[in-house]
């Protein structure tokens, strides 16, 4: 029964829940050390969330295909390891391509190794769904992760420096507010954001009522 | 001993002391009718001895005390026994009372107005069972039944005995009046439960705003013999002077331990009121049948303290002392800081009763309920050391276990907290509340 | 003859004190006045412009987020107002008008309101609308209306900002002398924010509040006398006054600090928060990057009230420690 | 090495760049744990250790077991792998020995694994200290210093959490909304503390 409604359902459904109903960062509230440290720059949010896009990926996709090979004791140390190798290879490919913004936030895409939200999806989906089911939920997270990490930086560039992926977009004669950009502005922008999450939930709600 | 000058925190609400004018007692005239409920004092309610029906006079004892505590009820007035029924109780709402239709003849049982000299000579034991027979509670609203308050356990011997003439509440005058119109008999009483006790002193607290009646008192000391270990204090005028603990400490130095009693640091406190009934009972032999009560507040028009009848209803008194034409806004048994609102002015005044007030809505401003802001001014103003903002922030949470944790328990409602408390908030109310639900839980664990 | 009266029924006890919150708002505002009123008289036109539109800026996203929040209108307990004059009296006097709105609107929006309103918020609103705007625009939040010139001509900040970055040598050659330093020190014709210069006139309003029963003696004493004994200690006699009277030490620690809501509540624990805002007040001044540590060291110090009060909890009566 | 680099050293892990309110490392276990402050204690003390400890452990094995096999690529899996089996083994031994302490920190320790406090401040001590002289020791200590301010954070937040229990705060801010916004005031009033200097 569960297993026929899960294949009506679709793929779809596994693809959109990252997007809003399951959004990593303000809903799941998973992963925020990355999100708050690198997303005082539109730029440096984007490759935070392609570095981290491709690591969820690769990851969710090899354990979904060895989840049969490991034991179930060592499990999240096996997990850890495949996560480990691929944020390494992110990180070389990163520093080869773009050294400028690596070297800006070299230390928080290491750390991508003990994000919550990759060792989350190895445990919770990937080594329990197939590589088609497991890589959709990568897509989908991976997406949802980079749009609110694209949301935090974009609010946080424009008003802490006026301008947006470098171009200005405020005159210069308007004071940006800088304290955006500095950690108070981090904390304050995901706050506001997740306080707005959950009034349209809290709206929802009642119109379902 | 060195008395401490005073306690800890505490309040200085306007006192409102003179509107009585002269403290003079004035005689109430007997009531038409008399509402004597069974409940008077702490503990379970007497059972009747009348029925309906039955002839009574002034001072027949009409029902008996049941359990150990537990206190006797006599007539107030002569006449017939009309009904035993539920009617309005200014404590409890409504109790079983016996109701007594006068015969305007105010005949006693027995003549009450000679003094009987050689009661001096009587045993402890006797003079509890005369105490015990004449009905007598704490009058200073506590309604504890006096003889067994007298009676402690041999393990825990009353060195100090305290007289509590410091009738802290504003408005109230009863005691005040009572001390200066019967100084000698007072002493008279402190005398005999010193020996009951077998006391080493007895110490007479008088607030420093009843000067009259330190010096009265003093004075007598001098005059009277046979009167050793007597001594009279004044004390601060301060809001709650007279609550038992910080009488003690006020006194002694010592503080009685938190969910103890005064006899755990040997000392026991009688009220004023207190003393002298037992003063008439056992040298007049007369039971508690009548009280001073002060009649006050500015919905009055001639506030006064009468000696009156328990039973008396409310509504006598007020229509005899008059009202003003200033709106009212609440009848109050007691002081306006420990009374309790009436709904009706149908209850009649029991043994409990110090005072009644007839509050305009001037004097009983209730302002705007705005949120604690945290200032303080009430963990200052408490005397037992709490933080009432905290507790009944807690409690309105209900978080009953963390406020009895920063101790809910320990609070004597004594409203200091509730008075000084700038953003109207009812503290006190949610303290109750708290201790009622602590207590409901703790009794619905046994 | 009481039938027709309607008899309320409440719990104990049924007579209150005549001091309302809304009363205690009000004093403190005008406790301020005569320090607003030096402000203005010594920095100009531009200070009152600053003032109303900090006030104007507080009412008005107080009216709004009490409309939004569903919540009855609560403009007229002074809590408000209160906050943006404090706000304003602590902003340096030629402020653009549109960050001093800005403040005025975090000060009630964020500090405030988010938390639930009036006696729920951890941060004193008016300091940390202040430094808000300090983290926002450090440079117009750092440029002083000049009332000292230098002999040659360089115009001069604060006292503190100059003993700071230019040494004590610089700061006699602007003030000739100890006493001419101290004197205009405490009349307030020094350069600083509108409100915290007069340390005379604040004074006098901090006075008015002890007596008015306000605010108790515990904060602001030991808030001052530990600024008093550090100063002695790293600037020897010379220090006590100057640190003193200088900078936002005065305001702050009548003002500022004592504010209830954000203070402890026992007495034991304002001592101890009073001792940690002037511990760090000099930390700051001394050490730190900023010349002014007033309103760091009582925000910092707001947030550690919590466990300040968990650990200073008053004794019961007939409790044995 | 002296004391004023170990002031300094303790002054920036602490205050300037605390690791919560600057560094934003850590704030999954920030969030989560700091509901009360008993529990924020006891995951305070565990994070001081095993930062303390993990510091040590991290440094020794970069400076003397991948630099010289040319193995510095291998970071991240050494470390993570590192840590994981530390933690593991200092569950161990607490559970054998002192069975108190684990009682009381245990529940924390797995939390801690996954902590990127820890990570990140083994990677911070290679960055800042590989050739330093004395890196040993700063490492270690930077870790402790780490730590403290960690902990630091943790007892501000529950002490604050714990008051806004009785805050009837909007229904929108409830939950993480206003620990994020307390976040961003404390780490205003944080703001203070910059440009520090001895």
Known sequence: MEREEKSNTGYLKELTKGFIRENPIFVLCLGLCPTLAVSNLVENAFGMGIAFFFVLLCSNITISLVQKLIPDEVRIPCFIVIIASFVTVASLLMQWFIPDVYARMSLYINLIVVNCIILGRAEAFASKNNVFRSMLDAIGMGIGFTAGLFIISAIREVTGFGTFLGFRLIPENIKPITIMILAPGAFFTIGFLMALFNLIRIKKGKVSK | MKAKITFKGGIHPPENKDLCGELSIKDFPPPGIAVLPLQQSLGSPSEPVVKKGDKVKKGTLIARSKGYISANLHSSISGEVIDIKKAPHPLLGEANAVIIKSDNRDEPEKDYSTEDVSAAGLSSGEILGLIQNAGIVGLGGATFPAHVKLNPPPDKPVKTLIINGAECEPYLASDHSLMLNNAEQILKGAVMIKKILNAEKCLIAIEENKKDAVSLFRQKLNSLKDIAGLEVLPLNVKYPQGAEKQLIYTLTGKEVPSGGLPMDISVLVHNIGTVFAIYEAVFLKKPLFERVITVSGKGIKNPANWRVRIGTPFKTLINHSGVTDRTIKKLIMGGPMMGLAQYTDEVPVVKATSGILLLTSEEAAAFEHLPCIRCGKCVTACPMGLMPAEISKMVEKGRIDMAKSIGLMDCMECGSCNYICPSGTNLLQYIKLGKYEYMRSKNAKR | ?321 | MTLGQIIALFMGSVFVQNFIFSRFLGLCPYVGVSKDTPSAMGMGFAVVFVMTTASAVTWILYRYILIPFDLTYLKIVAFILVIASFVQFVEMFLKKTFPALHRSLGIYLPLITTNCAVLGVAFLNITQFESESYGFAKSTLQGFFAGIGFMLAMLIMSGIREKLEYAEIPESMKGLAIVFVTAGLISIAFLGFSGFKL
């Open chain 3, 1 to 321: 003859m009481l039938k027709d009266k309607h008899l309320t029924v409440t719990v104990s006890p049924h007579i209150k004190t005549a001091l309302t919150t809304e009363k205690m708002m009000w004093i403190v505002s005008c406790a301020l006045v005569p320090a607003a009123g030096a402000g203005i008289y010594f920095f100009g036109f531009h200070a009152a412009l600053v003032i109303t539109v900090c006030v104007v800026s507080s009412l008005l996203t107080e009216f709004l987020c009490t409309l939004l929040m569903k919540k009855p209108a609560t403009i007229k307990d002074g809590s408000a107002f209160l906050t943006g004059l404090l706000l304003a009296l602590c902003l340096p006097p030629e402020l653009p008008l549109w960050m001093c709105a800005l403040g005025g609107f975090f000060s009630i929006a964020v500090t405030k309101f988010a938390f639930g309103g009036l006696g729920y918020n951890i941060f004193n609103p008016a300091l940390a609308g202040r430094a808000f705007l300090m983290g926002a625009f450090a440079k117009e939040m750092t440029t002083w209306k000049t009332l000292q010139v230098f002999p040659d001509g360089i115009t001069a900040a604060t006292p503190l900002n100059l003993l700071k970055e230019q040494g004590y040598d610089s700061l006699m050659k602007v003030f000739d002398s100890h006493s001419h330093l101290f004197r205009e020190l405490f009349i307030g014709r020094v350069g600083g924010s509108i409100g915290e210069t007069s340390a005379g006139l604040l004074i006098i309003g901090g006075l008015i509040l002890l007596f008015a029963r306000i605010i108790t003696w515990h904060i602001p004493v030991s808030y001052i006398f530990t600024v008093m004994v550090i100063s002695y200690f790293t600037g020897g006699v010379f220090g006590i006054p100057f640190h003193l009277f200088s900078g936002g030490l005065v305001l702050g620690a009548f003002f500022m600090a004592t504010d209830p809501v954000t203070s402890p509540i026992t007495p034991k624990g304002q001592i101890i928060f009073g001792i940690g805002c002037g511990i760090l007040t000099m930390l700051i001044r001394i050490r730190g990057g900023y010349p002014e540590g007033v309103c760091y060291a009582i925000l910092l110090m707001n947030s550690v009230t919590p466990l300040i009060e968990r650990y200073s909890k008053t004794k019961i009566f007939g409790v044995k420690r």
